[in-house]
T-cell receptor, first 111, second 120 residues
Framework: AQTVTQSQPEMSVQEAETVTLSCTYD???????LFWYKQPPSRQMILVIR??????QNATENRFSVNFQKAAKSFSLKISDSQLGDAAMYFC????????FGTGTRLTIIP | GAVVSQHPSRVICKSGTSVKIECRSL??????MFWYRQFPKQSLMLMAT?????????EQGVEKDKFLINHASLTLSTLTVTSAHPEDSSFYIC????????????????FGPGTRLLVL
């Protein structure tokens, strides 16, 4: 069974600074997808970024980028120029047949 | 694009009654929809995979007779919590993946806003 591990239950960052959230996963598959979802206090799950395992190039979406290390089974999220609206729970997720979530990292933005 | 709605957003019911939650994909068709449950300060746990026109596939430990799922069309799936009890109180979230769209949308699940269920 696939497992997703987020080792940082909580993180904080000064506004406008950069923060990196860690995620590792375990799988024997070679073809899969990885995601970062954000869940603000409203509890609406919002897609932040996605990565196809067959692509070596790291995905980027504006201020959000990932460091995908397939051999190490690592998928970290970097948020640049942090904004107050980035405060939320961030979930790393692995998808093969179904979506498996990590336990989440609560990100606090310090004004 | 890729918007999913849920109704109701919040429901309070008495123990022993049944509650139906609707999940709709508003601007795309979804052959498959998913139902999750989230306890406070915890991650999302997949309950079942809902397939249009066929029976849902339940995860281990999920009672299929308690959590009835119907996927009647490519844009609507319903979850009915039958004979609800206080331990069924939770946050229920659905998601859907577009049938076929551009590469950007494939394999991505889009989530509804969730339904908070409180059973008294």
């Amino acid at each position: 069974a696939q497992t997703v591990t987020q080792s940082q239950p909580e993180m904080s960052v000064q506004e406008a600074e950069t923060v990196t959230l860690s995620c590792t996963y375990d799988t024997s598959e070679s073809d899969y997808y990885l995601f970062w979802y954000k869940q603000p206090p409203s509890r609406q799950m919002i897609l932040v970024i996605r990565q196809e395992a067959y692509k070596q190039q790291n995905a980027t979406e504006n201020r959000f980028s990932v460091n995908f290390q397939k051999a190490a089974k690592s998928f970290s999220l970097k948020i640049s120029d942090s904004q107050l609206g980035d405060a939320a729970m961030y979930f790393c997720a692995y998808r093969n047949e179904k979506l498996t979530f990590g336990t989440g990292t609560r990100l606090t933005i310090i004004p | 694009g890729a918007v999913v709605s849920q109704h109701p957003s919040r429901v309070i019911c008495k123990s022993g009654t049944s509650v139906k939650i609707e999940c709709r994909s508003l601007d795309f068709q979804a052959t498959t929809m998913f139902w999750y449950r989230q306890f406070p300060k915890q991650s999302l746990m997949l309950m079942a995979t809902s397939n249009e026109g066929s029976k849902a596939t339940y995860e281990q430990g999920v009672e299929k007779d308690k959590f009835l799922i119907n996927h009647a069309s490519l844009t609507l799936s319903t979850l009915t919590v039958t004979s609800a009890h206080p331990e069924d109180s939770s946050f229920y979230i659905c998601s859907a993946s577009p049938v076929v769209l551009t590469e950007k949308y494939q394999e991505t699940q889009y989530f509804g806003p969730g339904t908070r269920l409180l059973v008294l």
